[in-house]
């Protein structure tokens, strides 16, 4: 076998194997902001595992803490029996993320994964009101099971569940319909209307900012009159910060700048800090109507992810942590800005929040072109959107400047080789 031979991958992995394909090469070794392949090629990671990696790959303080854990004989599984590595987390989440948030939430454990936070949200939802439907919105996505799919708005990927997806409504995401329409007002005048055929839901679920969907955000007053509108009905507000919430858009939770207290907040991806699976579903204590075993999962009790975890919230104990990845938000955003003036010819917004962020290209199949041309340079990053419009940045939250710079200078590279030249500064 040849290196970088991905021969095995082709003849023995199944067809729906997906991101091989945009990165074609074998990996074989990680750290930091950084990724290496069976050749020796290095790469600079601005992907991030799909925002499962917000602090990089093998985070030394969070590796050393497994291997102590790992070497002591800790346990491993225990599925939601007590462990001293889930009483540690359960304690330090509380004291460094919810009592200086002032957010008063009961945590459940509902699975590893992202789509079984969102599973066990909706369920609790139509429990706790007795109602069936859930409000979803536009280019929404949430997962990859039924009840997940149902509220996701990716019609390739609703087909992939092979029946029909009942029980859920899409309305018009934060601008939509452009700017000159409020969607929440149309949306109002649905449950105002007792001809509209839109019965009062269980709940309503949205992303903050649409990873999947093409980096679409919302506005701080949509999501407060959102807030409101829930309020208003008693319909309860889930916040699916899967991939925008522990500090992807500059703040743990990606709803903090709006002011809001969602009744359900639904956690992953980067929650274990090291990219070992792990979620969580909040949600406030009088909402905790579970009888015992009602939803669970094997692997719930996944205990490495629990030390790991606990050692990611170190960061945060620091305030200058926050700052620091606002801070590099701010560069890469006037870095893109910059981008869209110098080369016209990308016909470019930028689209996102924090460091989950990119620039949508009116060119069909440019935004492709060039983070495949990046990856041929050394720079992994992938794209977002219906029709893959939007190349996406997802570097580490706690990447050095002048690292985050170097990957910066290389897309700027591969855009200048791909579009006309540059504006003349003069």
Same mark, same amino acid.
């Given at each position: 076998?040849?290196?970088?031979?991905?021969?095995?991958f082709?003849?023995i992995e199944s067809?729906v194997r997906?991101?091989?394909r945009?990165f074609?090469?074998?990996?074989?070794?990680?750290k930091?902001?950084?990724?290496?392949?069976?050749?020796g090629?290095e790469?600079i990671?601005f992907?991030?595992?799909?925002?499962?990696l917000?602090y990089g790959h093998n985070?030394e303080?969070?590796?050393?803490?497994?291997?102590?854990?790992i070497?002591?004989?800790?346990i491993?599984?225990?599925l939601d029996?007590?462990?001293?590595?889930?009483r540690?987390?359960?304690?330090?989440?509380?004291?460094?993320?919810?009592?200086?948030r002032?957010?008063?939430y009961?945590?459940?454990?509902?699975?590893p994964?992202?789509?079984?936070?969102?599973?066990?949200?909706?369920k609790?939802?139509?429990?706790?009101?007795?109602?069936?439907?859930?409000i979803?919105?536009?280019?929404g996505f949430?997962?990859?099971?039924i009840?997940?799919?149902s509220?996701?708005?990716?019609e390739?990927?609703?087909?992939?569940?092979?029946?029909?997806?009942?029980?859920?409504?899409?309305?018009?995401?934060?601008?939509?319909v452009?700017? /000159?329409?409020?969607?929440?007002?149309?949306?109002e005048?649905? $449950?105002e209307? #007792?001809? +509209? @055929?839109?019965? *009062? =839901?269980a709940a309503?679920?949205?992303?903050?900012?649409?990873?999947?969907?093409?980096?679409?955000?919302a506005r701080?007053?949509?999501?407060?009159?959102v807030?409101?509108i829930?309020?208003?009905?008693?319909?309860l507000l889930?916040?699916?910060?899967?991939?925008?919430?522990?500090?992807?858009?500059?703040?743990?939770?990606?709803? /903090?700048p709006?002011?809001?207290?969602p009744d359900i907040?639904? $956690?992953?991806? #980067?929650? +274990? @800090?090291y990219? *070992? =699976?792990?979620?969580?579903?909040?949600?406030?204590p009088?909402l905790?109507i579970?009888?015992?075993?009602?939803?669970?999962?094997?692997f719930?009790?996944f205990?490495h992810?629990?030390?790991?975890?606990?050692a990611?919230l170190?960061?945060w104990?620091?305030?200058?942590?926050?700052?620091?990845?606002?801070?590099k938000a701010?560069?890469v955003?006037?870095f893109?800005?910059?981008?869209?003036?110098?080369?016209?010819?990308l016909?470019?917004?930028?689209?996102?929040?924090?460091?989950?962020?990119?620039?949508?290209?009116?060119q069909?199949?440019?935004?492709?072109?060039?983070a495949e041309?990046?990856f041929?340079?050394?720079?992994i990053?992938?794209t977002?959107?219906?029709?893959?419009?939007?190349?996406?940045?997802?570097?580490p939250i706690?990447i050095?400047?002048?690292?985050?710079?170097?990957g910066l200078?290389?897309?700027?590279?591969?855009?200048?080789?791909?579009?006309?030249?540059p504006v003349?500064n003069?």
């Open positions: 076998m040849t290196q970088n031979d991905l021969q095995v082709s003849q067809e997906s991101y091989c945009g074609p090469t074998v990996f074989t070794k990680a930091g902001h950084k990724m290496w392949d069976e050749a090629k790469y990671d992907f991030s595992g799909a925002g499962a917000n985070d303080h969070m590796q050393e803490k497994l291997i102590d854990y070497k002591d004989n800790g491993t599984h225990s029996m007590a462990s001293t590595a889930k540690t987390f359960l304690e330090k989440f509380k004291q460094v993320i919810l009592e200086p002032d957010l008063d009961k945590i459940m454990f509902p699975g994964t992202g789509t079984n936070t969102v599973e066990s949200a909706l609790l939802a139509r429990k706790v009101t007795g109602r069936t439907n859930v979803s919105f536009t280019n949430h997962g990859m099971t009840g997940s799919l509220v996701t708005g990716n390739t990927k609703r087909k992939g569940a092979g029946i029909p997806l009942h029980h859920a409504v899409t309305m018009p995401y934060d601008n939509f452009g700017e /000159e329409r409020d969607t929440l007002d149309y949306l005048s649905f $449950l209307n #007792s001809g +509209s @055929g839109v019965e *009062l =839901p309503m679920i949205l992303e903050t900012v649409q990873g999947e969907g093409g980096l679409n955000t701080m007053e949509w999501l407060k009159k807030d409101e829930c309020k208003q009905y008693g319909i889930i916040i699916d910060d899967v991939q925008a919430g522990v500090g992807r858009t500059g703040t743990f939770f990606s709803f /903090e709006a002011g809001i207290k907040v639904c $956690l992953s991806k #980067s929650l +274990s @800090g990219g *070992l =699976p792990f979620a969580i579903t909040l949600f406030r009088e905790d579970w009888s015992p075993g009602e939803h669970n999962g094997t719930r009790g205990n992810a629990f030390v790991t975890a606990t990611a170190d960061y104990e620091d305030p200058k942590f926050e700052k620091s990845i606002q801070d701010g560069i955003e006037d893109l800005r910059g981008l869209t003036q110098k080369y016209p010819a016909e470019g917004e930028v689209y996102g929040r924090g460091l989950m962020i990119g620039i949508k290209s009116a069909e199949g440019l935004s492709a072109q060039i041309e990046a041929n340079r050394g720079l990053m992938e977002a959107g219906m029709d893959d419009e939007v190349f996406k940045l997802f570097p706690n050095a400047v002048e690292d985050l710079k170097e200078n290389i897309l700027e590279d591969s855009i200048k080789s791909l579009v006309k030249k003349s003069q």
